[in-house]
């Protein structure tokens, strides 16, 4: 299956905040045949680093590269390993679970945490991003106590008046079937509004979701996200060594549902590819995966993270180098 979009190739980039050598990087990613890159922009760059974000942004346009911007953690309702500010002064917000035990994470339901993500996008507009990308957006879910509930979800006060108002029912005493349909719902409704706020920013949007189907831990009808008008590129990021998955199943299974649905509703399909915790002897399956996204109809790749994410021991790969280059010969043999 082919799209008739153009060959895009990125990486995400953190960890530096230092004006002065990203030109050196920015060398090396644009010798490795990328188009993009994406920097994450946390609670932590919006408070302490707006001007060197905004900097690094200019500098790698002068590149000619396009710029995404990726709300890292933020609330930590997106993907990131940091922490977030804006939970821990606000406890108020917090997700609160089917047990009643507070989650480490902030209810997008919640009307302060909806203002701050305003202000947010505001920013990003501000230091220039060609592209916001919604970075696997959820509920809180701890994956390595996955069993905990039938259903992951937040019944926090916001979370109940909403049920309560649009079903005419509480929260608390929902079916499960209920549940489910009321917190995917919120979730289209929360990316709907970044979305639109993102376009009329001038800005286009990228959303990667979870690669799960499991309704009781994700959003199963992916479809309700890929039909939001102003959504333009949407994707997944199946990691199949993170979650010991065969690779060939577990890509083409993603890669094919992304192509499928973005064909329907006119979106750009994207597929992220693991460079990161990559085990020795394995890095050429990186260039596998790509392969098998690409003969599905994905032209719009990007791999997670810069250099085998050296730079991070918790995901470094067992040799980054080796890493990086395979990224950087698989998109330079997709130009062929």
Same mark, same amino acid.
């Given at each position: ?40 922009? *946390? @609670? ?5 680093? !707006? ?10 346009? /002068? =590149? ?57 996008i505001q920013d990003a507009a501000e230091i220039g991003a060609d592209v916001l990308f919604w ?28 049920? *309560? @108002? ?5 929260? !608390? ?10 917190? /995917? =719902? ?85 597929i992220w590819i693991q460079a990161y915790k990559i085990y020795a002897g394995r890095e050429n ?52």
């Amino acid at each position: 299956m082919k799209n008739n979009y153009p060959l895009q190739t990125g990486i995400s980039y953190f960890g530096n905040r230092n004006p002065r050598h990203l030109p050196v990087d920015l060398a090396e990613i644009k010798s490795h045949n990328c188009t993009f890159v994406l920097h994450t922009y *946390s @609670e932590n760059d919006q408070e302490y680093y !707006k001007e060197t974000i905004r900097e690094m942004v200019a500098l790698t346009k /002068e =590149a000619g590269l396009e710029v995404y911007l990726d709300p890292w953690g933020v609330g930590r309702v997106f993907g990131g390993e940091t922490y977030s500010a804006f939970a821990l002064r606000n406890l108020h917000t917090l997700q609160v679970l089917p047990d009643n035990t507070k989650a480490p994470a902030v209810c997008f339901n919640h009307p302060e945490f909806r203002k701050f993500m305003r202000i947010w996008i505001q920013d990003a507009a501000e230091i220039g991003a060609d592209v916001l990308f919604w970075d696997e957006p959820h509920f809180f879910i701890n994956l390595k106590e996955k069993q905990r509930f039938p259903v992951w979800y937040c019944k926090c006060q916001t979370c109940c008046a909403k049920f *309560s @108002e649009e079903f005419h029912a509480d929260l !608390k005493s929902a079916k499960p079937d209920e549940i489910i349909k009321f917190r /995917e =719902a919120c979730i289209v409704e929360f990316l709907t509004e970044l979305c639109d706020l993102t376009r009329q920013s001038g800005m286009r949007n990228a959303v990667c979701m979870l690669p799960f189907k499991d309704a009781g831990i994700g959003v199963a009808d992916w479809s309700k996200i890929v039909a939001i008008p102003t959504l333009d590129i949407f994707g997944t990021d199946p990691y199949w060594m993170f979650f010991d998955k065969p690779l060939k199943s577990f890509v083409s299974e993603f890669s094919r549902d992304v192509v499928k649905l973005c064909t329907k509703y006119r979106k750009e399909p994207q597929i992220w590819i693991q460079a990161y915790k990559i085990y020795a002897g394995r890095e050429n399956e990186l260039q596998q995966a790509i392969g098998v996204a690409h003969d599905l109809g994905v032209n719009n790749f990007a791999a997670w993270s810069y250099y085998g994410n050296e730079y991070m021991s918790y995901n470094r790969s067992d040799d980054p180098r080796k890493v990086w280059d395979v990224i950087g010969s698989a998109y330079g043999d997709l130009v062929k």
